[in-house]
């Protein structure tokens, strides 16, 4: 069984960074794929960002230039490293991995873009 949690999330002005881990309970090895995704208050749950196992990156349109997704395999921990932040980048952010069919899911990190 595979567990993450996230953790990372502030209350940030606009403009400033954060940078988000996702921490994996089991060997990060043996996971193909991590996703970021994100749910803003009264929107649907998007994809943000994902990365393979060997590093392949993709972003969503509102995520590139401004986030990066990383992955450190010995700490068994994902990042995405969050900057120029903007007030619509407000919301619960969720890492979220498949294995064997079965998806996991952390808990959340709040994210807060306000002056």
């Known amino acids: 069984q595979v567990q993450l949690v996230e953790s990372g999330g502030d209350l940030v002005q606009p403009g400033g960074s954060l940078r988000l881990s996702c921490a994996a309970s089991?060997?990060?090895?043996?996971?193909?794929?991590i996703d970021w995704y994100r749910r803003a208050p009264g929107k649907e749950r998007e994809l943000v960002a994902k990365?393979?196992?060997?590093?392949?990156?993709n972003y969503a349109d509102s995520a590139k230039g401004r986030f990066t997704i990383s992955r450190d395999n010995a700490k068994n921990t994902v990042y995405l490293q969050m900057n120029s932040l903007k007030p619509e980048d407000t919301a619960i952010y969720y890492c979220?991995?498949?294995?064997?069919?079965?998806?996991?899911w952390g808990q959340g990190t709040q994210v807060t873009v306000s002056s």
């Open positions: 979220k991995t498949t294995t064997f069919g079965v998806d996991y």
């Open positions: 089991a060997s990060i090895f043996i996971i193909n794929t």
């Open positions: 990365i393979t196992r060997d590093g392949t990156t």
